[in-house]
């Protein structure tokens, strides 16, 4: 755990957040500026992260709680160490779908050609229909067996019949 001394305040880090000793968060503002004066030591705790389930699920909650510069550098250690897992590949360009970098979503949808795991294809078909490839999006979600469709294969679909104007 980080601690910092902002405005004559004790903050901590658990790695996601800044709260004082009571447990209220930090505003998004003070956030900011404690991410800003504690970035060495954020980076040093990132750096001693090896497992790479526990780098992939990191860059999953960065990405949710807006930190995109960690879920981007998280999400693309687990990929380097081990690039033809898709599921750290999914991440990866869910990550990237996040923070609106959709032309380099694409350069690494381009390296998974045929994907089999569903939330790869998921991401994909989503990541299609970003840029109004539903055709490909649609063949794509057809590889995924109805029992193994979720609600975010329903969510994409629902998408791709939006954008058909069904």
Known sequence: MIQ????????EWDGMTWADRDGIKASAQLQHRLNREARQAI?????????????????????EAGVADRAEAFAARALAADPT?????????????????TVEALRYLEQYPNPRFSPLITTSAALLCDVGDVDRAEELLD????????????????????????
């Open 143 to 166: 590889r995924i067996p109805y029992r193994e469709a979720n609600e975010h294969v329903h969510a994409v679909r629902g998408r791709i019949e939006q954008l058909r104007g069904r």
């Open 4 to 11: 910092h001394v902002l405005n004559g305040v004790l903050f």
């Open 85 to 101: 897992n898709e599921g750290r590949a999914a991440t990866m360009i869910s990550v990237l779908r996040k923070i609106n970098r």
């Open 43 to 63: 980076a040093a705790q990132d750096a001693m992260i090896i497992d790479l389930s526990e780098m992939t699920a990191m860059a999953q909650r960065c990405a």
